[in-house]
């Protein structure tokens, strides 16, 4: 890494969202920081022991392993709160979000290994999509 790189790099990721800010069709708007404060640690803390859960499930028997794809229906109606939680759920290992209804009500999620979907949907939307909507709406 030279200090030019570092240079640049700082250069265009400030000067690129001035430049493309009014290519927005509608802005973000965070209502309660704190609140994305908490999730965030949930977040990180759901990312590091499902890591675990994938290395130990992938360490076992493959034929004990049940992976589905699962529609999730959605409440939060807020493009930047669905965009969130998709990446949320990406980002989890064991999950990965991979398509989105074209009316944004359902979002399908292809979990690594699912027993019950619908517990599944319940701590997804319990743990992310609640907070998430706090956040955005």
Known sequence: LAPGQALLGALL???????????RPERASLRRPLRAARLLLVVLVDIVLANIEVARRILGPESVL????????????????????????????????????????????????????????ASIKQR????????FT
């Open 128 to 135: 992310y999509e609640r907070p998430l909507m706090e956040i």
């Open 66 to 121: 049940r992976p589905r794809f699962v529609w999730l229906p959605l409440d939060i109606r807020d493009p930047y709160g669905i965009a969130a939680l998709a990446g949320i759920i990406t980002l989890t290992p064991g999950t990965v979000s991979s398509d989105l209804s074209a009316d944004r009500r359902y979002l399908l999620v292809h979990a690594f290994n699912c027993d019950d979907p619908a517990a599944l949907a």
């Open 13 to 23: 990721a400030l000067a690129l969202p001035l430049l493309t800010e009014r290519l």
